[in-house]
């Protein structure tokens, strides 16, 4: 929107102030998100009030909109986290886990199909420090080193971070950028498909060094495509919400199958750094009961995931689609200007929940379905419900609050042209390299905040500004502003302490954070290539 | 003094609370005085979370 005050030293410099604030609160305070957030909600509202024209009113409006756009996104973590933590209590994610190690053998194959491709898969099912907490045990459980563990699963799942959670990233750059599904989706996922394949070749070089990555290339290659092909699929055909998960399960099945050819090729003796690997270090046999919970069924331990991609593929039936298109949760909100003449326009149905498509009815639905089939077959254990409800509550308050605040203060800094100000720098800063620097700011905000999700709604809406003053695709930067945000989830330190925590590395973050952020950089910096050769070749 | 952890918890429910507030006052309703304070009471659960986080 080019309206508003025109771009000076001051202003600019004033309008960077609440993400700077977040900046120094994040990275110099190391505040936790939450804090940091409240920090710059403070700084954004005295900014907006005193120096931008706004008014208790507008920035009551925006604070609302931030909390529509929140609930929105934070209604997808509460309810994947509660169905990954059901699971989990019926025995379930043990029982998945273990049957993926069992599978394949060979290190690199392990690392290819666990820390890559189920990762992914993971990232997809619930997200939010999930793959890593769940991944990162089983690589150690296989017999890697725990940072090199730590590292695989953190490079690995990166490329699945953006539409996993069940979309929430995803949905979240569409809703600030204001671009249909329909366009972005695709437009990503073909973009995705270079960051897929780096991310299996950093995966290959973390496992075992050029030894690895050359005797890898071929699987590599082969299971990337797969993956990128369905990541292609299942965004351009409507379920962008399962554009991790069935990728993820491709891959890992891919994977498996080319353990078993000569595709994968033999590990050069014991020099190498497969050599951590000993028979000892295979992990045993499940011991989980089997009279209550899912036992040792994979089938089972499956079945709410199964029931969460059978419903998300039956919502997009169009008799369905039709049927309960009015069934839905969204609030009216009206425009707004500023006093010094930043005008935005009124929305209709801001942040719209609907009933049969948005994730979180989907996973309610297929958690009411999986109790019932476990009660039926005497499978469900008593008090799992209430045990994986108090763990989900404690584990996402502290998230909620981050995105609520930081949420708030991205709307109140794109309702009173403070992005735009931004945008309007940024654009006149870097001219015609921008698209190679973009993604980097999606990195930014993945690192500063822990969350593709909240890094697309700090600057989704100031990519789209920049774009605009520069006169180039917009669908091109929402892409790859949340593909730099997807891969950032490899250094985000909110992340990489999941993983450090649960391997045992506490306090020693900075080991695996020397070993991601070289691939995370690097990978980035190609993304940015390929978005200015593609704006500049074929837009 | 409760704990930080109650206060965390304290967090999250003013701002759940206020959230419908926030909306009814400044949208629904226009009104000023009412808006003022929803506004208020958001502000001072996030002076909460700065202290309790």
């Not at chain 1, 929107?1 to 609160?25: Q, R, S, W, Y």
């Not at chain 1, 403070?42 to 024209?53: I, M, N, R, S």
């Not at chain 1, 270090?281 to 089972?300: C, I, M, T, Y």
């Not at chain 1, 089939?373 to 989900?392: D, Q």
Request: proline content about 5%; overall charge positive; hydrophobic content about 50%.
């Amino acid at each position: 929107m080019d309206n508003g005050p025109t771009l000076n030293l001051m202003n600019g410099a004033l309008a960077f102030l609440p993400i700077l604030v977040l900046l120094v609160a994040l990275l110099g305070f190391k505040w936790s998100a939450p804090k940091a957030g409240a920090a710059s909600w403070a700084t954004v509202v005295l900014l907006a009030l005193a120096t931008f024209g706004a008014d208790t009113n507008s920035i009551s409006i925006s604070s609302t909109k931030g909390l529509s756009l929140s609930f929105f996104v934070v209604s997808i973590i509460w309810t994947s986290v509660l169905l990954y933590n059901v699971v989990d209590k019926q025995g379930g994610i043990k029982v998945i886990g273990e049957t993926m190690t069992r599978l394949v053998g060979d290190p690199l194959a392990q690392a290819l199909v666990v820390g890559w491709a189920f990762s992914g898969f993971m990232q997809g099912v619930a997200g939010f420090g999930v793959p890593v907490a769940v991944v990162a045990p089983l690589l150690v459980l296989m017999g890697f080193s725990p940072v090199r563990a730590a590292a695989i699963v953190l490079v690995g799942h990166a490329w699945a971070v953006s539409f996993g959670s069940m979309g929430s990233s995803y949905y979240t750059i569409q809703l600030v950028t204001g671009i249909e599904g329909s366009v972005v989706g695709p437009h990503m996922a073909m973009l995705f498909a270079l960051p897929i394949v780096l991310t299996g070749f950093a995966v290959a070089h973390i496992q075992g060094g050029l030894s690895s990555v050359k005797r890898g290339a071929p699987a590599i290659l082969v299971i990337g495509g797969s993956m990128a092909l369905f990541v292609w699929i299942s965004a351009s055909v409507g379920i962008p919400q399962l554009a991790s998960i069935i990728p993820g399960l491709v891959g890992a099945g891919v994977g498996w199958l080319v353990s078993k050819t000569p595709l994968i090729g033999k590990p050069e003796g014991h020099g190498n750094k497969v050599s951590e690997h000993s028979e000892d270090a295979k992990p045993a046999k499940s011991d989980v009961e089997s009279a209550v919970g899912v036992g040792n069924n994979f089938h089972l331990a499956f079945l709410p995931y199964y029931l969460v991609i059978g419903l998300s593929i039956l919502s997009q039936i169009p008799a369905i689609k039709s049927a309960t298109s009015g069934i839905f949760f969204a609030l009216d909100y009206p425009a707004l200007e500023t006093a010094l003449g930043f005008k935005v326009d009124s929305a209709q149905n801001y942040a719209k929940i609907a009933l049969f498509k948005h994730p979180a009815p989907l996973i309610l639905t297929s958690l009411a379905l999986s109790y019932l089939i476990y009660l039926v077959s005497n499978r469900w254990r008593p008090g799992t419900l209430n045990v994986a409800i108090k763990l989900t509550y404690n584990q996402s308050i502290s998230t909620t609050v981050g995105i609520c605040t930081m949420v708030m203060m991205a709307v109140i800094m794109t309702d009173t042209g403070m992005t735009a100000l931004l945008g309007r720098a940024i654009a006149a800063g870097t001219g015609a390299a921008f698209p190679v620097f973009s993604p980097y700011i999606g990195v930014l905000g993945t690192f500063m905040t822990g969350s593709n999700t909240n890094s697309n709604v700090m600057f989704g809406a100031l990519q789209m500004e920049s774009a605009g003053a520069l006169g180039i695709s917009s669908v091109t930067i929402a892409s790859i502003q949340s593909i730099g945000g997807s891969l950032g989830s490899a250094i985000a330190p909110a992340k990489v302490l999941v993983g450090t925590s649960i391997v045992g590395l506490s306090g020693r973050e900075n080991e695996v954070m020397r070993r991601t952020i070289p691939y995370c950089l690097g990978i980035v910096l190609l993304v940015g290539i390929q978005a200015w050769v593609f704006l500049t070749f074929f837009d | 003094m409760p704990s930080k952890v109650k206060l965390r918890q304290v967090v999250l429910w003013v701002m759940a609370t206020d959230f419908p507030l926030l909306y009814v006052s400044a949208v629904s309703l226009e009104n000023a005085v009412f808006t003022t304070v929803t506004l208020a009471v958001m502000a001072a659960a996030v002076a909460v979370a700065l202290y309790s986080y």
